[in-house]
């Protein structure tokens, strides 16, 4: 089984190592690094906003310039939080803490080399992960019936709600959201019309594209807009010396990378995602480490443990985006969306159905990561200039490709109005603190969960007791419930803890 998984990685090594989609790995990064540098826009806006330039490309070729728009995002976040103490993406946060320090010390290009090589390391080690496990996954999928799938579905939403760290509440609602908007249009198996207020437009339901280029880049742009960001930073020179000099000293630091490695993998398959990976990574490496109490002014292991949990995370995301269908992050998501929107279907069948899809994609990741490794090293004074153009000039080209995108998914104008219409949602959203992948996730999945879970009910005659019917479909709904219910278990606990300490 192993053996094949090689066999089929070095096909994906001929599919992936075509110069034309090296020349796109190439144009995603250093797309995704710019996107990676500009606060307020982050790995899943970008990847929504420029969705709309695969449509013309194979599945093959688009999936690898957007997963490498996401690498670039990834790498980027890393340079504003060195330089300008401004992190563009939320798990870019905690290596301010420690990278932003080395930078004013003058260590600016230590910082950086060190975040991106771990960068690299967290990632090439999620992508062996995901050679070796997914077709085991995938495999195992392919046993499911519609109540093993809503059963996932449930685990996947349930996990959102637990293990997140936004107020469960709060993410109940924007999910609730999200089913709702999943609704609109033309009910499958009745024929009937749902929340369409008399709009023709809406009686195929909401484009997933419309919806995400506007909550998330519309949305991100206004909150810019509105925070009227300034740049003040420290200028940075990577040479090679400097490099190498840095190279030697990260061995000595590989039961951090090792540590950081397994808690961004797990926190990446579970939907938990890239930011807490990264502040959970950061704060063990500060407690394990002989060097903790440095923490906070200028320590290089504060750099490693959050940037190479934070890219294990992002890239083993897409473990169970690829084999169950179920998307572990908000990128994934949006990544998931076009896959659907290229024919494809993700799930366990996509690696017997599109296995060339599949391998080569697989094989973009550590293609698209050493590319991404060596751009990122070459080009950061260029990208650090990119922060001292004014936003003023920037956010609006964004809202120009945000609308052609929108625009050009149905050649219809009301589409752009409902684009504008989302990115005042995602506004308030944002400005209420409300999260928005839960609301992504269950316009995603909420279509196919619902179908699941009819088809289930179709076949019990009814009865909801075929969701405990066998012990792989009860043992997943005792996982989802245990998720679900878990802040309540944690808050149980720590009273229990704090009441048995002595007064």
């Known amino acids: 089984m192993i053996l ?57 070729s688009a999936i690898i310039l957007l997963s490498c728009i996401y690498w670039g995002a990834l790498f980027g976040g890393a340079i504003t939080s060195v330089l300008f103490n401004i992190p563009g993406e939320p798990w870019s946060v905690a290596t301010t803490f420690d990278g932003h320090p080395m930078a004013r010390s003058g260590r600016a290009g230590e910082a950086l080399t060190a975040a991106f090589t771990s960068s690299f390391v967290g990632a090439f080690f999620a992508i062996v992960m995901i050679t070796l496990i997914a077709p085991l996954v995938a495999q195992f999928a392919l046993q499911f019936g519609p109540a093993e799938k809503f ?13 997140s760290k936004e107020p469960p509440a709060k993410t109940v609602v924007s999910m609730m959201l999200g089913f709702a908007l999943a609704c609109v249009g033309l009910d499958m198996v009745t024929g009937q019309l749902r929340l369409t207020f008399g709009f023709t437009e809406l009686l195929n339901g909401f484009d997933f594209l419309i919806a995400v280029i506007g909550l998330f880049g519309i949305g991100e742009i206004l909150l810019t807009m509105e925070e009227g960001l300034e740049f003040r930073g420290k200028s940075a020179r990577i040479d090679p010396k400097v490099v190498w000099k840095t190279w030697k000293t990260l061995p000595r630091f590989w039961a951090t990378s090792l540590r950081s490695c397994v808690i961004g993998c797990w926190m990446g398959i579970t939907p938990a995602g890239a930011t807490p990976a990264s502040f959970m990574s950061y704060g063990i490496a500060k407690r394990m480490s002989k060097n903790g109490n440095n923490f906070g002014n200028g320590e290089i292991e504060g750099v490693i443990a959050p940037e190479t949990a934070a890219h294990a995370a992002g890239t083993s995301a897409l473990l169970p985006m690829l084999a169950l269908g179920v ?48 751009l990122v090293l070459t080009t950061v004074p260029l990208f650090a200039a990119i922060l001292r153009i004014p936003f003023s000039i920037i956010a609006p080209v964004i809202l120009v490709i945000c609308a052609i995108g929108a625009y050009t998914v149905n050649n219809n104008v009301f589409d752009v109005l409902m684009m504008m219409v989302f990115g005042v949602l995602g506004y308030l959203l944002k400005k209420t603190n409300y999260p928005l992948a839960p609301l992504v996730l269950a316009i995603v999945l909420g279509p196919s969960a619902e179908e699941s879970f009819r088809q289930s009910l179709l076949t019990s005659a009814g009865s909801v007791s075929i969701f405990w019917s066998n012990p792989l479909v009860s043992t997943i709904m005792g996982l989802g419930l245990l998720a679900g219910v878990w802040p309540l278990i944690s808050k149980g606990i720590a009273k229990l803890r704090s009441s048995a300490q002595p007064a």
């Open 151 to 163: 059963a996932v579905y449930f685990l996947a939403f349930a996990s959102f709600v637990g293990m």
């Open 4 to 60: 094949d998984n090689f066999t089929h990685l070095y096909h994906g090594f001929g599919i992936a190592a075509d110069p034309f989609n090296i020349l796109l790995m190439a144009i995603g990064i250093l797309l995704g690094v710019i996107i990676g540098v500009l606060p307020g826009l982050g790995g899943a806006n970008g990847v929504a906003i420029l969705l709309p330039l695969t449509f013309s490309m194979s599945p093959t």
């Open 327 to 374: 998307p572990g992050s908000p990128t994934a998501a949006v990544l998931l969306g076009g896959l659907l929107i290229w024919g494809l279907q993700p799930g366990p069948m996509l690696f017997v159905e599109q296995a060339d899809f599949v391998w080569g994609l697989i094989a973009s990741m550590y293609l698209g990561n050493v590319v991404g490794l060596i």
